[in-house]
């Protein structure tokens, strides 16, 4: 849909919303709700499907998991490249933080319009960092749907602070997909009374 740019006018920010909405309930069901918790391992564009009302699926088990309380659980890799934490390069120890990192890819690449592998090894670049930071919100942002307006607005810079919560470096670090869930339930930023055209990344982190 975003490689189209007649699909992606519109899908407008409304719809990109409920969708990023949509995927985290689902990871959040499977990660508290049943029992032993699943992991997917491979959330990304290509395994979220959308009805005619743009309500979000997310699809394709094959390499999901259980979980077992209380007992390390080691895979062989599985996941798409450029979605994949970046921790299982190092250790193939598998819980719940993989696929909140790849729901943060995913969430940043809902609302950019395009993959942010780009955008992200800015961030990660000692040299590059400090202009990253300094971007503004706005520019990044999918410039294809009507421009952003209120009160979704507070929901897409929501979503860009919890997708940049979700893929740092530290698993540990990561938010749960149930208090993102939450988070986004609620819909307000953090950054509440600033308006988005002067939002910059920086200020997400």
Same mark, same amino acid.
């Given at each position: 849909m975003?490689? #189209?740019?007649?699909?992606a006018?519109?899908f407008?920010?409304?719809k990109?919303v409920?969708?990023v909405?949509g995927?985290?309930?689902a990871l959040s069901?499977?990660?508290?709700d049943?029992?032993?918790p699943?992991? !997917?391992?491979d959330i #990304? ?7 005619l009302?743009?309500e979000a699926?997310?699809?394709?088990f094959?390499?999901?998991k &259980? ?9 062989? &890799?599985?996941?798409? &490249?450029?979605?994949?934490a970046p921790? =299982?390069?190092q250790t193939? $120890?598998?819980?719940?933080k993989?696929?909140?990192y790849?729901f943060?890819?995913?969430a940043? $690449?809902?609302?950019v319009g395009?993959?942010p592998?780009d955008l992200i090894?800015?961030f =990660?670049?000692? #040299?590059t /960092?400090l202009?990253?930071?300094?971007m503004?919100?706005i520019d990044?942002?999918?410039q294809?749907p009507? !421009?952003?307006?209120?009160?979704v ?7 860009a /602070?919890?997708?940049f919560?979700? =893929?740092?470096?530290n698993p540990?670090?990561?938010p749960?997909?149930d208090?993102?869930?939450k ?8 950054l509440?009374?600033?308006?988005i !055209?002067?939002i ?6």
């Open positions: 975003l490689n #189209s740019d007649t699909q006018t519109a407008d920010w409304e990109r409920n969708v909405k995927v985290a309930n069901y499977l990660h508290h049943c029992s032993p699943i992991v !997917h391992r #990304s564009s290509k395994n979220v499907l959308l009805n009302d743009y699926q997310v699809s394709d094959g390499t999901a &259980f979980l077992k309380p209380g007992l390390l659980s080691w895979t062989q &890799f599985a996941g798409t &490249f450029g979605y994949a921790e =299982l390069a193939m $120890e598998v819980n719940e993989c696929d909140v790849s943060g890819v995913l940043l $690449e809902i609302i395009k993959h592998g090894s800015l =990660l670049s000692q #040299s /960092r202009m990253a930071n300094n503004l919100l990044v942002l999918d294809r009507q !421009h952003v307006m209120k009160p607005d507070e929901e897409v810079i929501l979503i /602070r919890l997708a919560a979700c =893929l740092n470096q540990r670090s990561r749960t997909m208090q993102v869930s988070m986004l339930a609620i819909g307000k930023s953090p509440v009374g600033m308006q !055209h002067m910059r990344l920086g200020q997400l982190n």
